[in-house]
């Protein structure tokens, strides 16, 4: 059973800065990639960013673009998210999630899913 496991959420007001982290526990996961997405009550869970092992290739949603940075943070399985220039509506729970084909921004790219964190960025 492959488990993720998400750190780092909290509470921070706008302008403020958090690092999520998610590590992959569990039987050996032999990802292509990960991911970040994140829901508000009522919506659809909303692509954040992405990142492939082997091309390199890194995604972000439009709205975090240029505020948000996606790495590879000490292992292959692990996967980190630095969030600057926080604003009140980056206000949600965080989700990791692990594909062993390619990390995209839909939700289906994924089989696998941590239970999520939450952020709150007060204004």
């Known amino acids: 059973q492959v488990q993720l496991v998400e750190s780092g959420g909290g509470l921070v007001q706008a302008g403020g800065s958090l690092r999520l982290s998610c590590a992959a526990s569990?039987?050996?996961?032999?990802?292509?990639?990960m991911g970040w997405f994140r829901q508000v009550p009522d919506k659809e869970r909303e692509f954040v960013a992405s990142?492939?092992?082997?091309?390199?290739?890194?995604y972000y949603a439009d709205s975090v673009k240029g505020r948000f940075t996606i790495f590879r943070d000490n292992g292959k399985n692990t996967v980190s998210l630095q969030m600057n220039s926080l604003k009140a509506e980056d206000t949600a729970v965080y989700y990791c999630a692990a594909s062993t084909r390619w990390a995209g921004p839909g939700p289906t790219s994924y089989e696998y899913w941590g239970r999520g964190t939450q952020v709150t960025v007060s204004s």
């Open positions: 569990g039987r050996s996961l032999s990802s292509n990639g």
């Open positions: 990142i492939n092992w082997s091309s390199g290739a890194i």
